[in-house]
């Protein structure tokens, strides 16, 4: 399975994108929301480089716990972006502001140019299912984030 992060707005405190499936052509799945694009790392204010990274499922942490009680059985474990250089623990998860996410993707339903994405719960239970599904099953996960608003 292969996702894609278009990153098309960025500013002082965030990054708006759109998360996309690229497996088979280009579907839309959700709006994103991250922490704003820095040329030297901030601690928990600072997004990912653009590249391709390997995702996994991260089944310990506190994260984990939370969304195991809030979601149940759907919940397989946090979707966890591999191997970005200089970050550790990056997740993909819920939130509405950038207050939510410490390099993080937030995934959300609406978005709008004020650093706010809307129905991230409903969004996430919409997009997190078939992606675990591919890890369960065996499939490599890898997604792309890519800079359109620099």
């Avoid at 278009?6 to 088979?24: F, K, P, Q």
Wanted: hydrophobic letters at 30%.
């Amino acid at each position: 399975m292969k996702l894609e992060v278009i990153r098309y707005h960025t500013s002082d405190d965030y990054t708006l994108g759109m998360l996309l499936d690229v497996t088979e052509g280009r579907k839309f799945l959700c709006y994103t929301l991250e922490d704003e694009y820095r040329e030297e790392k901030v601690m928990h204010e600072t997004r990912i480089p653009a590249g391709t990274y390997k995702i996994t499922l991260r089944t310990v942490g506190g994260f984990h716990g939370r969304y195991e009680k809030k979601y149940g059985s759907m919940h397989k474990g946090m979707l966890w972006v591999r191997d970005v250089p200089g970050f550790e623990y990056i997740l993909i998860h819920t939130g509405n502001t950038d207050e939510h996410t410490s390099g993080c993707l937030l995934v959300g339903n609406s978005s709008d140019y004020k650093g706010f994405i809307g129905s991230s719960v409903d969004a996430y239970k919409r997009v997190y299912p078939g992606i675990a599904a591919a890890l369960e099953s065996g499939k490599d996960v890898e997604i792309t984030y890519t800079d359109f608003d620099l």
